[in-house]
């Protein structure tokens, strides 16, 4: 870690005058160099085995985030939060056998940042995950962040988060998940002037009237009179 840290230190101060000569008012040096620092430590955080490290990696990107130290889709953060919301499903590390990185937690709190980081490459992520993850409570937190970011051109993201409920309605329904499914594809549709996508009625209209509870599928039937109105 100090290595690492010396190495950015020296890099920074080598970069610095060319990014001031251009950022006079907008960052200091000492802000420029405590970011830079930041997210060098943070990436470190996140490439080790340890899932506490991995989460404080989160937990100060959130802060980040909060503090608007970071701007929309920004691609550095994407990067980490892209890697951690694939932690034991799209990369894999196996120890004799054993799989070794399979953290739900760190790719459900990875997919919670991707939604208030926004942007299309967050977006492309979320959709990955929503189609490949194994655990409902991940894809129950990706298909609820796709619906914060609000993009859905092309009914792409309307269609990835319909055919998981439709998936899961038929192998066993999820109550969170299809909860989380109908609040992403009603902020869709306040983000896109309503819904053109039949999947999407489709998937709304089999929570309706699927095995699921009751407050469940009131927000189902809420949601359909909503649409109507579009």
Same mark, same amino acid.
């Given at each position: 870690?100090?290595?690492?840290?010396?190495?950015?230190? *020296?890099?920074?101060?080598?970069?610095?005058?060319? !990014?001031?000569?251009?950022?006079?008012?907008?960052? %200091? !040096?000492?802000?420029?160099?405590?970011?830079?620092?930041?997210?060098?430590?943070?990436?470190?955080?996140?490439?080790?085995?340890?899932?506490?490290?991995?989460?404080?990696?989160?937990?100060?990107?959130?802060?980040?985030?909060?503090?608007?130290?970071?701007?929309?889709?920004?691609?550095?953060?994407?990067?980490?939060?892209?890697?951690?919301?694939?932690?034991?499903?799209?990369?894999?590390?196996?120890?004799?056998?054993?799989? !070794?990185?399979?953290?739900?937690?760190?790719?459900?709190?990875?997919?919670?940042?991707?939604?208030?980081?926004?942007?299309?490459?967050?977006?492309?992520?979320?959709?990955? *995950? %929503?189609?490949?993850?194994?655990?409902?409570?991940? *894809?129950?937190?990706? !298909?609820?962040? #796709?619906?914060?970011?609000? *993009?859905?051109?092309?009914?792409?993201?309307?269609?990835?988060?319909?055919?998981?409920?439709?998936?899961?309605?038929?192998?066993?329904?999820?109550?969170?998940?299809?909860?989380?499914?109908?609040?992403?594809?009603?902020?869709?549709?306040?983000?896109?002037?309503?819904?053109?996508?039949?999947?999407?009625?489709?998937?709304?209209?089999?929570?309706?009237?699927?095995?699921?509870?009751?407050?469940?599928?009131?927000?189902?039937?809420?949601?359909?009179?909503? #649409?109507?109105?579009?």
């Amino acid at each position: 870690m100090k290595n690492i840290l010396t190495a950015v230190i *020296i890099l920074l101060i080598a970069a610095a005058p060319a !990014v001031f000569a251009q950022n006079d008012d907008e960052i %200091t !040096v000492e802000e420029f160099y405590l970011q830079n620092i930041e997210m060098a430590i943070i990436k470190e955080q996140a490439s080790t085995l340890d899932r506490d490290s991995k989460l404080l990696a989160l937990k100060n990107i959130e802060q980040m985030i909060d503090d608007g130290k970071v701007t929309s889709g920004d691609p550095e953060v994407h990067y980490i939060l892209d890697y951690l919301a694939q932690e034991g499903i799209g990369r894999e590390i196996s120890e004799s056998g054993r799989l !070794v990185n399979n953290m739900p937690i760190v790719r459900k709190e990875a997919c919670a940042l991707l939604g208030e980081l926004g942007g299309e490459d967050a977006k492309n992520t979320l959709i990955d *995950i %929503t189609l490949k993850d194994n655990e409902p409570m991940v *894809i129950s937190e990706a !298909v609820y962040a #796709l619906g914060k970011i609000g *993009i859905n051109k092309n009914n792409q993201v309307s269609q990835a988060i319909s055919s998981i409920v439709l998936t899961q309605n038929a192998l066993g329904p999820d109550d969170n998940l299809a909860y989380s499914s109908l609040l992403a594809l009603e902020k869709l549709a306040a983000a896109n002037d309503g819904l053109s996508d039949p999947l999407a009625f489709q998937a709304i209209i089999a929570i309706a009237q699927g095995s699921y509870i009751r407050p469940v599928k009131m927000k189902a039937n809420e949601l359909l009179n909503k #649409l109507r109105k579009y």
